[in-house]
């Protein structure tokens, strides 16, 4: 299930390409984690225990310890602190198992057999079985707003379950599924039979203390850890062998601070240890202070501006092809990235098999001009709902606006906070943004967005939406891997050609922390921040 067909772009691939585009060294401070050249200050000798102090961004009022509501960027890698999963994508973006001995399938992929590892524990001590996986399927189908349900929906049968044993569970589909096993992987975690989020419990290396949403959370290390000796993501200082078992803090604390001076200002300051989504303009300040160090790395999340392809004027491909046509990719880079990622194609999961690294779209503005026309269109125009979704998403829309205005298209950028973005309208904003981690498979994300009744962005309808279901359910009742990656491409290409998405750019990941901690992932291509929430692997050197 792993094949990739002839002339796709590899992870490896997608790297080496995106280094070229922006002419940066992966011995540099892209990837290396370096912080501000030969002169920075060290830290002193690595120490276990302690307390790590973070600064984060993209907070809501909303936000929860709930693992199924992921709903904004720190309860994403919180859930990955508290929670663990059966299966995972690593800081790499490669597929592995994590809680789960064996996850297989029968040879027509209607049938899934899930073997859980022996004697891990959650935090309240109960040991992980069958009960609580199944347990967790029946909560994220009843549980409204349940951001994974959308992938499961199709295939999960909650009558077509069978416990074998304790540690084993039978799981009979609806219908074939031959990427069930990546679906697990992308955010999946699995809580305890009976789980209440208002006081969470699950099996991660930290165990809840205390939240207050949109102000704080606090955690604590805990010691029954089930992948304490377990390998960790690679970092430019990993810790020493003689520092024991993960996790080697004794406490992490999460403050919110949404204000990006502020946050940037904490670390300069020493209120704090480290902070995420650094903006691109702030980079330079890192590096003038020798005690501070950038974490930087290359992703495959994306910030999208969606076009909703059933509302005006949007429902008309040569209004949607002319904007895709207008943007200018180069510029994006540089404007909103200060050239910190990749230009993209409008087509995300840049490590999916199938991914079609060959399509690639060049600016043309006579030809955007020409479509607007032959719609009736020029002169039309628009509004574009923005808001702090990323740190790119702003200037990205401002930048279209300003492109658009090239071909005769007016584009009014409206900005919001993120309560009113992602409100009651968010499902139905004629034109908007959004953002999203890989999922490890173009499938996965396609059931999470196009394709499904109720989580949908951009609104496919008729011909488009019929044709795209066919191709999908084609692949996943295909246990050919080749096969499956040319229906997969075969779906990017209805998209390149038809789709609602404008995707300029894969921004980098910017982190910064001060040079007293050690041991941060070098790698984050999820792109959830902070090394991906693997703070198990950092530790102290003061």
């Not at 299930?1 to 922006?22: I, Q, W, Y």
């Not at 370096?34 to 907070?59: F, I, Q």
């Not at 044993?165 to 809580?191: E, G, N, Q, W």
């Not at 501006?305 to 990719?329: E, G, K």
């Amino acid at each position: 299930m792993t094949t990739r067909p002839a002339g796709e772009l590899s992870r490896r691939g997608f790297l080496n390409t995106a280094a070229a585009a922006v002419g940066l060294t992966v011995a540099g401070q892209a990837l290396a984690a370096c912080g501000s050249g030969s002169g920075a200050r060290t830290g002193g000798t690595p120490r276990r225990g302690g307390t790590l102090t973070v600064a984060t961004g993209g907070a809501k009022g909303s936000d929860t310890l709930d693992p199924m509501l992921l709903n904004s960027i720190p309860v994403s890698y919180m859930a990955r602190v508290i929670y663990d999963q059966l299966a995972d994508f690593g800081n790499d973006m490669e597929y592995h198992l994590q809680m789960a001995e064996s996850i297989e399938s029968n040879g027509t992929g209607d049938e899934w057999t899930i073997r859980l590892k022996p004697d891990i524990l959650f935090h309240n001590g109960k040991t992980l079985d069958a009960d609580d996986v199944l347990f967790t399927f029946q909560r994220t189908f009843s549980l409204p707003g349940a951001v994974t349900v959308g992938k499961f929906k199709a295939f999960v049968d909650l009558d077509g379950f069978t416990k074998l044993d304790r540690r084993t569970l039978r799981m009979k589909l609806l219908r074939p599924s031959a990427t069930f096993h990546t679906a697990l992987a992308s955010p999946f975690k699995i809580v305890p039979v009976g789980f209440d989020p208002r006081n969470p419990v699950g099996t991660g290396p930290f165990k809840y203390k205390s939240f207050t949403p949109n102000r704080q959370w606090v955690c604590e290390r805990f010691a029954d850890y089930w992948n304490a000796d377990g390998p960790s993501q690679p970092s430019a200082t990993p810790a020493p062998p003689g520092l024991g078992p993960k996790p080697y803090l004794d406490e992490l604390v999460v403050n919110v601070v949404n204000d990006d001076s502020a946050r940037i200002n904490a670390l300069v300051t020493g209120q704090v240890d480290a902070i995420n989504l650094l903006q691109y303009a702030q980079i330079p300040t890192i590096e003038r202070h020798r005690e501070l160090k950038l974490l930087e790395s290359r992703t495959g999340a994306w910030t999208g501006i969606y076009m909703n392809m059933r509302q005006p004027p949007f429902d008309d491909v040569r209004v949607r092809q002319a904007l895709r046509l207008a943007i200018d990719r180069e510029q994006a880079l540089t404007a909103c990235l200060s050239g910190h990622g990749v230009v993209a194609n409008d087509l995300p999961e840049p490590f999916a098999t199938g991914y079609p690294a060959s399509l690639v779209r060049e600016r043309d503005l006579d030809r955007a001009r020409a479509l607007l026309r032959e719609a009736g269109q020029d002169g039309v125009e628009v509004e574009l709902v923005t808001g702090p979704v990323s740190t790119e998403a702003v200037s990205m829309c401002t930048v279209l606006a300003d492109n658009a205005a090239e071909i005769g298209m007016k584009v009014k950028v409206r900005q919001v906070d993120t309560a009113t973005l992602f409100g009651p309208n968010f499902h139905h904003w004629p034109f908007s943004v959004d953002k999203w981690p890989p999922q490890g498979d173009f499938l996965t994300l396609m059931a999470l967005t196009d394709l499904s009744d109720t989580t949908t962005l951009t609104h496919p309808g008729g011909a488009d939406l019929a044709e795209l279901r066919g191709l999908y359910e084609q692949a996943q009742a295909s246990t050919d891997g080749t096969r499956r990656a040319v229906l997969t491409r075969k779906m990017y290409e209805i998209q390149y050609e038809r789709g609602g998405w404008i995707i300029p750019f894969f921004a980098n990941v910017e982190n910064a922390h001060n040079v007293r901690t050690a041991g941060w992932p070098e790698q984050d291509f999820p792109g959830r921040t902070f090394g991906n929430g693997h703070f198990e692997q950092v530790y102290r050197t003061d």
